[in-house]
C-alpha cells in the first residue's frame, strides 16, 4: 500500500505454484475490481433510521461528504479499528459537510447494547444485511464507501488509511487552489486501485 491506497500490478505466477495461492491472489484481485466498479455511480437510494431515531436518505446527505462503514459485531476487525475511526470523526467534528454513518447488519437492540461496551462515533444504523447485499453488493467487512456531495460514489476502502488520506486531500483543495502537478496521479489501468 502506498500512502494507505492499495497499489496492484499484475505478474504471472510460477505454474508450478500451489494452486491455493493462485486462488487467494485471484480473489483479492477479484474484489478490489469489484469496489473499483462501484466508484462514479451513484449510491443506491435509501431511507435508514439510526439507532437513536434520526431518518437518513439520499435528500438529506445532499451537500455533504457521507463517510459509511459496513460492519457487523462479530467482525474483529470491524471492532479493532474503532479507536482509529472515533480519532477521525473527532479531528473533523467541526465540519457541517461531513457525515459518518455506519451501516451493520445486527439488529438496533444488539447494537445498542454493544456500542455500550465499545465506543463508536459514527451514527449507526441497524438492520441492513439485505441493503449490504443486494443494493451495496458488499463482500468483505469492514468496507468503507466515500459518497461526494452530489450522492455519486467517489471511493471504497478497506482501510482507514484510505479514508485518512482521501479527508486530507479534500481538507487540502477546500482551502487553496491546487496546479494539475499538485494533484495525487491517476492509477494506471494495470492498477485496480
Not at 461528504?65 to 476487525?77: L, R
Not at 479507536?83 to 461531513?98: C, G, I, K, S, T
Not at 438496533?108 to 454493544?114: G, K, P, T, V
Request: glycine fraction near 6%; aromatic fraction near 8%.
Amino acid at each position: 500500500a502506498i500512502d494507505g491506497i492499495n497499489q496492484y500490478q499484475l505478474v504471472k505466477t510460477d505454474q508450478h505454484i500451489d494452486k491455493s495461492i493462485n486462488s487467494t491472489l485471484k480473489g483479492i484481485g477479484n474484489d478490489a475490481l469489484h469496489n473499483l466498479k462501484k466508484e462514479g455511480k451513484p449510491f443506491p437510494q435509501f431511507s435508514f433510521r439510526d439507532v437513536n431515531g434520526k431518518a437518513y436518505s439520499n435528500e438529506t446527505i445532499k451537500g455533504k461528504t457521507v463517510i459509511v462503514k459496513c460492519w457487523f459485531i462479530g467482525c474483529t476487525a470491524c471492532i479493532k479499528e474503532f479507536p482509529e475511526l472515533n480519532a477521525l470523526v473527532a479531528a473533523h467534528q467541526d465540519r457541517e459537510d461531513l457525515l459518518f454513518l455506519s451501516l451493520a447488519q445486527d439488529d438496533d437492540a444488539d447494537l445498542i447494547q454493544f456500542l455500550k461496551k465499545k465506543s463508536f462515533a459514527y451514527e449507526v444504523v441497524g438492520n441492513q444485511t439485505a441493503f449490504m447485499n443486494d443494493d451495496l453488493s458488499i463482500r468483505d467487512y469492514p468496507t468503507h464507501i466515500v459518497i461526494g456531495e452530489d450522492g455519486v460514489v467517489q471511493r471504497v476502502f478497506d482501510t482507514v488509511k484510505g479514508i485518512e488520506n482521501y479527508l486530507g486531500y479534500q481538507t487540502q483543495t477546500e482551502n487553496e487552489e491546487l496546479k494539475d502537478d499538485q494533484l495525487p496521479p491517476q492509477a494506471p489501468v494495470s492498477q485496480l486501485r
